[in-house]
């Protein structure tokens, strides 16, 4: 893929979602109607203590999925206040389904929330909700 299929090389980096960062977590976004989705499974190096995920790994995939709900329509905006609520600990090794979507836009506002549930049951791990400042180019 290259960088104008991408969309952004200046993204193309991102810690979450950079297909060009080899210690990254690669993730891959797609919008559902008005769902952006995707997945992830926690590894080694995703963890915390008592071999559960660090919950900074956890707040930044829910930060990922709902700026890329914004960036997949094209819109081009930075986070400005973050808030999540961890639910549940998640054990290394298991895969999560991710999911944002939009709340309100407000002038250059736009609030957006995310969940993080367990592919293999649907309970719900970890929410967050994110206010993000949408800018010109």
Same mark, same amino acid.
């Given at each position: 893929?290259?960088?104008?299929?991408?969309?952004?090389?200046?993204?193309?980096?991102?810690?979450?979602?950079? =297909?060009?960062?080899?210690?990254?977590? &690669?993730?891959?976004?797609?919008?559902?109607?008005?769902?952006?989705?995707?997945?992830?499974?926690?590894? =080694?190096?995703?963890?915390?203590?008592?071999?559960?995920?660090?919950?900074?790994?956890?707040?930044?995939?829910?930060?990922?999925?709902?700026?890329?709900?914004?960036?997949? &329509?094209?819109?081009?905006?930075?986070?400005?206040?973050?808030?999540?609520?961890?639910?549940? =600990?998640?054990?290394?090794?298991?895969?999560?389904?991710?999911?944002?979507?939009?709340?309100?836009?407000?002038?250059?506002?736009?609030?957006?929330?995310?969940?993080?549930?367990?592919?293999?049951?649907?309970?719900?791990?970890?929410?967050? &909700?994110?206010?993000?400042?949408?800018?010109?180019?």
């Amino acid at each position: 893929m290259n960088d104008s299929e991408r969309g952004r090389p200046d993204g193309n980096r991102c810690f979450v979602c950079g =297909p060009d960062n080899p210690d990254g977590l &690669q993730l891959e976004f797609r919008l559902d109607g008005d769902i952006c989705r995707s997945r992830f499974t926690p590894g =080694p190096n995703h963890c915390g203590y008592d071999d559960q995920t660090h919950g900074g790994i956890l707040f930044s995939v829910l930060d990922d999925v709902m700026a890329n709900w914004l960036f997949l &329509q094209g819109v081009r905006a930075h986070t400005a206040k973050g808030e999540i609520r961890y639910r549940e =600990p998640v054990a290394l090794g298991t895969l999560l389904e991710l999911s944002g979507k939009l709340v309100k836009r407000k002038g250059r506002l736009a609030i957006l929330e995310a969940i993080a549930t367990r592919a293999t049951d649907g309970v719900a791990v970890a929410e967050a &909700q994110g206010t993000f400042m949408m800018i010109e180019d």
